[in-house]
């Protein structure tokens, strides 16, 4: 039929999409603003703060303070409230990293987790910020735990507080990565709760924070010399031992040092074992949230 006319359906043009290609630097803006994030979620909880230190004080001031009437003949005349202080010192570090990396949880089940790993750079940047995030936050409390050394006869030297936070920010960093590397495939905040309190605790009373690590049954002996955390606590005991004036005798009972085979392990290289564990586990973690759906 003449003039008949064809509908041809009408085509609209494509809006092209460009995804920025992935830098070096903008992996470091990546792990920037994740532990820029981390750091403003933590202070902007103050009850968080506040609540996070009720655990060290009481085992420092309120036990050390009891049990120091069963011990004051056996420490040489050392309160056990400074012997227990390089312990609380770890676990000020430990709880607060190891909640940190609860964030992780708690992003996933209201889902911001998803909006951060279709983000356009790798999960590995993302990893590293929640990192150090968590070693930041750590890191701050256990600079107020060395602010009240005084309170319990440890003298305010400052290479002794830089040398032991220092410490601090690599057990700091460790515990941090171990706990991304627990939350990597937990999805509920309880699940992780259930799990932190079946690690964390033994890892703690394993680690020599409260009892001398020498002359130790066989048993227990080996617990202690495979916690992570005994690597942290007895360099921190020694630096601060090394600052205080006590008997030869009683420094060497109630600070023996982890030793292999009669052989007591440096300090420099207790701080390099946490860290090789430290990067370890981020290693781990980094696989883990590499295979996130």
Not at 260 to 287: D, N, Q, S, T
């Amino acid at each position: 039929m003449a003039g008949t006319l064809t509908d041809e359906p009408a085509t609209r043009p494509v809006t092209s999409v460009r995804v920025a290609d992935r830098t070096f630097g903008g992996e470091l803006r990546a792990v920037k603003i994740v532990w820029q994030r981390e750091v403003i979620r933590f202070f902007s909880d103050r009850l968080r703060i506040a609540t996070s230190l009720v655990q060290p004080f009481l085992f420092l001031f309120v036990l050390g303070t009891g049990l120091s009437q069963l011990t004051s003949g056996m420490s040489g005349g050392l309160s056990l409230r400074t012997f227990l202080y390089p312990g609380i010192l770890a676990m000020a570090v430990l709880f607060t990293a190891m909640f940190a990396a609860a964030s992780i949880v708690w992003d996933r089940e209201f889902g911001f987790l998803r909006e951060m790993l279709v983000a356009p750079v790798r999960r590995s940047s993302i990893v590293i910020g929640k990192c150090l995030g968590g070693a930041t936050a750590a890191g701050f409390q256990g600079v107020i735990m060395i602010a009240i050394g005084g309170l319990v006869g440890v003298p305010y030297a400052p290479l002794l507080m830089l040398s032991v936070l220092g410490i601090q920010l690599v057990l700091a960093f460790t515990i941090t990565a171990f706990g991304v590397m627990v939350s990597a495939r937990i999805k509920q905040m309880q699940s992780f709760m259930a799990i932190t309190q079946l690690l964390v605790m033994p890892l703690y009373f394993l680690s020599g924070a409260m009892f001398p690590a020498g002359r130790l049954p066989v048993w227990l002996a080996v617990l202690n010399r495979i916690d992570p955390l005994t690597y942290a606590v007895d360099p921190i005991r020694r630096l601060v031992f090394a600052h205080l004036t006590i008997p030869a005798a009683v420094q060497a009972r109630l600070d023996p040092g982890v030793t292999w085979g009669g052989w007591r392990m440096p300090i420099l290289l207790e701080v390099a074992v946490v860290a090789v564990i430290g990067i370890a586990m981020l290693g781990v973690a980094i696989v883990s949230f590499s295979r996130e759906d």
